[in-house]
Every structure is written in structure tokens, then in C-alpha cells.
């Protein structure tokens, strides 16, 4: 009879495969049965909950492997040494890229958080998720103002509503991805939501 402590599973792997499944379903519909079986090695219950003290917790640490990696994909937002345009449009083109990456669900896990649910006592777990979106509307209205500041956008209202507008394009990519539009089609939009930079040259 086989006896001995179980098999050991690469904790690293894990919470990849974890961070998988939270992007595909979301926290709420994803239960402990499949976290289990896509970790593999016949972690039982209580070597799930000795690893990651729980699913709470081990979503927590998917998040942080999701924003310290696919998430980057905005980082040129922030760049202050790339020119505010080109900054915002690598944004929208490697977001696009990475959301229609084989390896992974498609679509964006930030931006599709909003969508799946979560219980109300539970809510606090989808904090990063909302401080990502912030950050990335944020260097959006940056990148805005850098144009302004640099004298090539018209300093007013219509050109700060811009940051809804390519906000609100890179959060539809999600939908765009799932929904199995075609990258090329994506891509090619890029150019046309640019439009509205351009038009708001001085």
C-alpha cells in the first residue's frame, strides 16, 4: 500500500493554471473541484487549503501573477519618454495582441472582472482589479495631457472626453476577443479610433 506524503505540485504552475481558469469563468462559478483538478497531482482538499489557505486567497495571488505579466501590455501608458500618441496606440495594439494570445483565455481578466460576479463579503478581493482599471484610465488622461502640454491637442472639454472614448475601446476588446471577431478586424480599428486624436490637433 502506498503510503507517504502526496505528490508535490510546482506552486509557481499552480497559480498559473488557476489564474486560467478565474480569467475563463471568474471567481464565483469557478469551484474548488476544478481548481483542483487543473493543479493536478492529486492535491486533495486539505493540501489545496495548506498551500493557499483558500480560494479567496489563492485568486488574490492569481491576480497579482495576471497584473505582474498580461497586464503589462499598458506599462506604455506611464512611459513619459515615449510620445503621448505613440504611447496610447502601442497600448490599444499590444492589449489587443495579448487578449487574442493562444496559451490563455482570451479577452482581458481586468476588464472582464467586472462582469462575473462575486459575494458581497468576498468583494474586496476584486480591489487590484478595479485599481488596474483606474491606472490604466488614468495614463490614458495622462497620455491627453502630455499631448496638450506638448502643444499638439486643443486644450479643451472634447478633447478630455477622449480618455471615455479609448477607454472604453480598450475595454471592448474583451468583448471582441470572446466573441471570436478576428484579430485582423481588431487591429485595423486601432488606426480608426486614432482618428479621434488626430481631430483634435490644434
Not at 33 to 55: E, V
Not at 176 to 187: C, G, I, M, Q, S
Request: hydrophobic share 40%.
Amino acid at each position: 500500500m502506498r503510503t507517504g506524503r502526496p505528490r508535490q505540485f510546482d506552486r509557481t504552475d499552480a497559480v498559473i493554471k488557476a489564474m486560467h481558469l478565474f480569467w475563463e469563468q471568474g471567481y464565483e462559478a469557478t469551484s474548488l473541484a476544478q481548481l483542483k483538478a487543473a493543479i493536478g497531482n492529486g492535491i486533495t482538499a486539505p493540501s489545496f487549503y495548506a498551500a493557499f489557505g483558500s480560494k479567496a486567497a489563492l485568486f488574490s495571488e492569481a491576480v497579482n501573477c495576471y497584473l505582474n505579466s498580461h497586464a503589462q501590455v499598458t506599462s506604455s501608458l506611464q512611459d513619459a519618454g515615449l510620445p503621448p500618441r505613440q504611447a496610447l496606440e502601442m497600448t490599444l495594439i499590444n492589449s489587443a495582441k495579448m487578449q487574442y494570445e493562444a496559451g490563455h483565455p482570451r479577452g482581458c481578466m481586468v476588464a472582464l472582472s467586472v462582469a462575473f460576479p462575486c459575494p458581497p463579503d468576498e468583494s474586496h478581493i476584486l480591489k487590484p482589479l478595479a485599481a488596474s482599471r483606474q491606472q490604466t484610465r488614468e495614463g490614458i488622461r495622462q497620455c491627453l495631457q502630455r499631448g496638450i502640454d506638448q502643444g499638439e491637442l486643443i486644450d479643451n472639454e472634447d478633447t478630455h472626453a477622449l480618455a471615455v472614448c479609448f477607454d472604453s475601446f480598450l475595454l471592448g476588446i474583451s468583448t471582441l476577443a470572446r466573441d471570436n471577431v478576428p484579430l485582423e478586424e481588431t487591429l485595423k480599428a486601432i488606426p480608426q479610433i486614432m482618428k479621434l486624436w488626430d481631430a483634435a490637433r490644434l
